[in-house]
């Protein structure tokens, strides 16, 4: 069975501090790998999807990495307005076809 | 112009009664879910239909049956609803795989709660 864990489960940062989210996981063939953002009250918004180990991709303040275990969210000088929770998801290659498995989020906080 | 559309966005009932979610997307996309997000946040597929057809269904009661009149709408309905089933419900699209790698755009969700 796909599994998905996400480290912390909160963190508080303040503006400017870069840290990473880390996403461990576990699936039989990996199709991807995927990155939201979910703010209160609304729905998953994507931000990524990396495909195989090494590769990276960026997006103003985000960087997502993949390695063959796990995936990373490194975010340099964060602002107030990347407060949310970041969901990572993996979809496995097969016959489960387009199901994604989701973590439990990483609930970011970041205090001017 | 809303890409996901869920209504309502809110839903307070009793127990025991019968309510439908509807969703629908003007992406053109031929596959649609249902996702159940609880009070953790933990969000579970329930549900997939690709160009009408059900490929996903997940260990869901049978209280839930999703229902799909064309491709571009995916609606939720649950008949005698529980306390258990109280949560956000999200629904999401995505294109063929192979067109933007299915990546999957979700809707704003819809709160039951059930009292």
């Known amino acids: 069975e796909d599994q998905v864990t996400q480290s912390p489960e909160a963190l508080r940062l303040q503006e400017g501090e870069s840290s990473s989210l880390n996403c461990s996981y576990t699936v039989s063939g990996l199709r991807g790998l995927f990155w939201y953002r979910q703010d209160p009250g609304k729905g998953p918004e994507f931000l990524f999807t990396l495909y195989s180990a090494g590769e990276e991709k960026e997006k103003e303040r985000l960087k997502a990495t993949l390695t063959k275990k796990e995936s990373f969210l490194h975010i340099t000088a964060p602002k107030p307005e990347d407060s949310a929770t970041y969901l990572c998801a993996v979809q496995a290659a097969g016959p489960s076809g387009s199901r994604l498995t989701f973590g439990e989020g990483t609930q970011l906080t970041v205090n001017p | 112009d809303t890409a996901v559309s869920q209504t309502p966005k809110y839903l307070v009932t009793q127990m025991g009664n019968d309510k439908s979610i509807k969703c629908e997307q003007n992406?053109?996309?031929?596959?649609m879910y249902w996702y159940k997000q609880d009070s953790k946040k933990f969000l579970k597929i329930m549900f997939s239909y690709n160009n009408k057809e059900l490929i996903i269904n997940e260990t869901v009661p049978n209280r839930f049956s999703p229902k799909s009149p064309d491709k571009a709408h995916l609606n939720l309905h649950i008949n005698s609803l529980e306390l258990g089933d109280s949560a956000v419900y999200f629904c999401?699209?995505?294109?063929?795989?192979?067109?933007?790698?299915?990546?999957?755009?979700f809707g704003a969700g819809t709160r039951l709660s059930v009292l």
């Open positions: 999401a699209s995505s294109p063929p795989f192979g067109l933007t790698k299915n990546i999957q755009y």
């Open positions: 992406l053109g996309h031929d596959t």
